[in-house]
């Protein structure tokens, strides 16, 4: 079985920075991309960052020059350097990974339980 476990959410004034970090346990055999998107009340959840291979990132425009993902593949996790945040990035986070349980497995999607950020003005 495989767990995504997220940290670091919080509540931070507007300007301010947040980090999150999401870890990958369980049965991996490999991971292929890693990421975090986001789901603010009332709509639809979005990507905000990912990795699909190796140090290749995409960002959501909204969120470019302000967050940065990035991982250690040693120990499975995917951070979310957010700085400079604003009051419409409040949400709740989710990690999102692709992972291979064995050798001839494809990957299967897995989700975190969510952490949320609130940014007051």
């Known amino acids: 079985q495989v767990r995504l476990v997220e940290s670091g959410g919080g509540l931070v004034q507007a300007g301010g920075s947040l980090s999150l970090s999401c870890a990958a346990s369980g049965s991996i055999f490999s991971i292929n991309a890693m990421g975090w998107y986001r789901q603010a009340p009332g709509k639809q959840r979005e990507l905000v960052a990912d990795m699909p291979t190796g140090s290749t990132t995409n960002y959501a425009d909204s969120v470019k020059g302000r967050f940065t993902i990035s991982r250690d593949n040693a120990k499975n996790t995917v951070y979310l350097q957010m700085n400079s945040l604003k009051p419409e990035d409040t949400a709740v986070y989710y990690c999102?990974?692709?992972?291979?349980?064995?050798?001839?497995?494809?990957?299967?999607?897995?989700w975190g339980q969510g952490t949320q950020v609130i940014v007051s003005s």
């Open positions: 999102n990974a692709a992972i291979r349980a064995t050798a001839w497995s494809v990957p299967s999607n897995f």
